[in-house]
């Protein structure tokens, strides 16, 4: 391999214009349509919070019944993640993929015949074990075709479906609950779960279309492409620490990203699930209004996503943007439960917090993938995805819980925050010079 395109898999020298092309290229075919199955993904997993507000004044709910519900659905996850990751590394991400969405967009849309507790806890297991793969797939997908130095900025683009989900989709919810409540018999909440889970199953299919397995298979890439492209993974995977997947569960290094990965999702699934509670607790009312105010933390989240990422890649530093982003979410979550009464400090408090919870999602995963490549990418990455998303359980069941008992969110608020704060300190066990590339 010649000189030139050593470095230029390491990153040293400033990439030649055909590079770049060859790379825009590549990022404008496959980050579209990935950002848009998982901005479906992701409102199909949280659009539960908006279901809440009318759904358990209908079905007598209590806080810590809606709060299991929401969180069990990271159990089925849990179980069946790394499998499905494996598979997804053997049969392609095309096929893969297109199976996932398909099938938890049914399902997702059958929430809306939920009656009992167990049938919601039911059908939320089913939905975990529907999705479950997706995420850590599409790391893992991206990783075949990005170096490490291009990584987090698409990384950032794909997770930005996360805050563009809430920025669209919360507006969207509002209006789905207030216009259509009492269409046809049915609650406004049974029209939200059925009618937001029909896209996954149109962009299933459009997947197995549109969505190439690997470089080589990029019928729309040129030869020459191809031949650079996959020049910069090939000379990377020299530097990737050799893993079985036996030896990627005795890694202590895995367990500590899993560590740091359960702090960060318990701060953003606070986000995801609560905010729409958290708004209401505010002071407002109509489902409409507490939609479009939702909007703003989104928003302000997806800016701060893109921009922190694509600095982190332009200095190749990693640690001190993730831990930074942990803290700003944390002083975010404080901000709004001690000042849950004030309107206007809550809403700067959900803003800072989704800002910062958000944004550690794309951050975080420029660190594994710079060090694990092949099977053993495979198995990792949904290790730690799949075992710090038990935060996902964990974080709605005990603030729902705490609720419960205290009757506020405060508790539950300052645990979380708190959580965010030991990730942050948690990361500066990882050696720089391993993932600051």
Known sequence: M???????AIGTPAADASEDAAYRKAAWRILPLLLLCYLVAYLDRVNVGFAKLQMSDDLHFSEAVYGLGAGIFFIAY????IPSNLILHRVGARLWIARIMISWGVISSCMAFVTTPMSFYIMRFLLGLAEAGFYPGVILYLSYWFPTHRRGKMFALFASAVPLSGLV???LSGWIMAVFDGAHGWAGWKWLFFIEGLPSVAIGILVIFC?????SHAGWLTQEQKTLLQSRIDAESHTHEAHSVRDVFRQPRIWLLTAI????IAGFYTV???LPTLVRQAGVTDVLHIGLLTAIPYGAAVATMLLVSRHADKVRERRWHLALTAIVGAIGLIISATWSSSFTMSMIGLTLAAMGALSTLPLFWSLPTAFLGGTAAAAGIALINSCGNLAGFVSPYLIGFLKDMTQSTTIGLYVMAGALILGSVLIFRIPAKLVNR
Request: net charge negative.
């Open 2 to 8: 010649s000189e030139s395109l050593t470095q230029g």
């Open 78 to 81: 849990f179980l069946v993640e």
């Open 169 to 171: 989709g919360a507006p």
């Open 211 to 215: 969505l190439s397995d690997r470089i």
């Open 261 to 264: 990965y359960f702090c960060m």
């Open 272 to 274: 995801g699930f609560w």
